[in-house]
Nanobody, 126 residues
Framework: EQLVESGGGLVQVGGSLTLSCVAS????????MAWFRQAPGQEREFVAS???????YYADSVKGRFTIAKLNARNMVLLQMNSLKPEDTAAYYC?????????????????????WGQGTQVTVSF
């Protein structure tokens, strides 16, 4: 079971990026998935999550700017990030909760996720 993120990079304030997370050894339609981020010197924080049945839950800091999408046919999840701000600069991690308590549930707690990707860096500059 493995997650591989891509799509990070350097972008100007107000710009957009799309992060991808491809899963292998597991089927994304059967799990909840999430994105977390961690800036230097800060704790890992929740960004967005999607339940087995899909949909999206978002941190207040990204609501209205970021969109999470599970692509079951391609066994991957995307994070579309628009109107990027300098405070969005961080390493972004994809994560899987293989045992969500309900099909419509997607935790915001990192401890509930048991498979993690290696991370992809997003840097937003002026």
């Amino acid at each position: 079971e493995q997650l591989v993120e891509s799509g990070g990079g350097l972008v100007q304030v107000g710009g957009s990026l799309t992060l991808s997370c491809v899963a292998s050894g597991l089927t994304v339609r059967n799990v909840a998935m999430a994105w977390f981020r961690q800036a230097p010197g800060q704790e890992r924080e929740f960004v967005a999550s999607s339940a087995r049945t899909g949909g999206g839950y978002y941190a207040d800091s990204v609501k209205g700017r970021f969109t999470i999408a599970k692509l079951n046919a391609r066994n991957m999840v995307l994070l579309q990030m628009n109107s990027l701000k300098p405070e969005d600069t961080a390493a972004y991690y994809c994560a899987v909760d293989t045992t969500p308590p309900g099909s419509g549930y997607a935790s915001v707690n990192a401890d509930d996720y048991d498979i993690w990707g290696q991370g992809t860096q997003v840097t937003v500059s002026f």
